[in-house]
């Protein structure tokens, strides 16, 4: 008699093609993903916006959608003459969160001041540092309106070993963040420095990207990634369009 023919393959092959079939979907379905995957950080969206709405005034309700490479919501005062400003003055950072702090006051503040640092550092490689309103000069005001720690080891599995790393591509692509990673928001205003004319106003939140290099940084790092990426993208667009190189919109 012939053996009954064995249809159900053994454990470990079942186990390879589950995380075969994980991958196939994360290749599928997450194309844009490979793309930003290597990112330090990724753009993700803003919930309850009470923190950000007190900190930006009526502005709050002018806000809207940005596109690529931009804030997550955003306004920007196109018919201001953007072309006046050479320097600017940097309020300090505070903090303003409408919910329990997922961190310490201490860690908080060492962000907020980590942030105040950075931004200075940016903006003063294309506008001249000034703490005097005057012609010419516009001031930007900065608050962190929540900041969540990334958890380092579970982290490390997830972005380190490549099974996990698979799965945690697919946790992605249905709830918008990796496993374990931290997180940061913010939200900014600039005014013209003399009459406290609005001229740009945003609102961003970022969490830990998959690079397997932030897979071991400190529980804060990915808060502090987010908080040098915003810098960047502060200096770079004030002086686009201060410069005439963009119109502003």
């Known amino acids: 008699m012939f053996n009954r023919l064995r249809l159900t393959p053994p454990r470990p092959v079942m186990r390879l093609a589950f995380l075969g079939l994980c991958g196939c979907l994360a290749l599928i379905a997450g194309m844009p993903l490979l793309l930003t995957g290597c990112a330090?950080?990724?753009?993700?969206?803003?919930?309850?916006?009470?923190?950000?709405c007190v900190f930006l005034g009526p502005v709050c309700h002018?806000?809207?959608?940005?596109?690529?490479g931009q804030s997550y919501l955003r306004y920007v005062n196109s018919g201001a003459r953007w072309s006046q400003y050479r320097k600017v003055i940097v309020d300090p950072?505070?903090?303003?969160?409408?919910?329990?702090?997922?961190?310490?006051?201490?860690?908080?503040?060492?962000?907020?001041?980590?942030?105040?640092?950075?931004?200075?550092?940016?903006?003063?490689?294309?506008?001249?540092?000034?703490?005097?309103?005057?012609?010419g000069v516009m001031r930007i005001q900065v608050a962190l309106t929540d900041a969540r720690a990334a958890t380092p080891g579970l982290r490390t599995i997830t972005m380190a070993v490549p099974q996990a790393r698979t799965l945690s591509t697919v946790g992605y692509l249905a709830t918008g963040s990796f496993p374990f990673v931290g997180?940061?928001?913010?939200?900014?205003?600039?005014?013209?420095?003399?009459?406290?004319?609005?001229?740009?106003?945003?609102?961003?939140?970022?969490?830990?990207?998959?690079?397997?290099?932030?897979?071991a940084q400190w529980t804060l790092g990915d808060a502090e990634n987010a908080i040098n990426l915003w810098a960047e993208r502060a200096a770079n667009q004030l002086y686009a369009w201060t410069s005439g190189a963009q119109t502003p919109r």
């Open 183 to 215: 997180a940061a928001e913010g939200a900014a205003k600039v005014v013209d420095s003399r009459s406290g004319e609005l001229l740009a106003a945003l609102a961003d939140r970022q969490v830990g990207g998959g690079h397997i290099k932030a897979a």
């Open 62 to 68: 002018k806000l809207t959608p940005g596109g690529a």
């Open 93 to 135: 950072v505070i903090i303003v969160s409408s919910a329990e702090s997922q961190i310490s006051p201490a860690a908080a503040q060492q962000l907020a001041n980590s942030f105040d640092a950075v931004l200075k550092e940016k903006l003063g490689t294309r506008f001249q540092l000034t703490d005097r309103p005057g012609a």
């Open 40 to 52: 330090a950080t990724l753009q993700a969206s803003i919930g309850d916006r009470t923190a950000i």
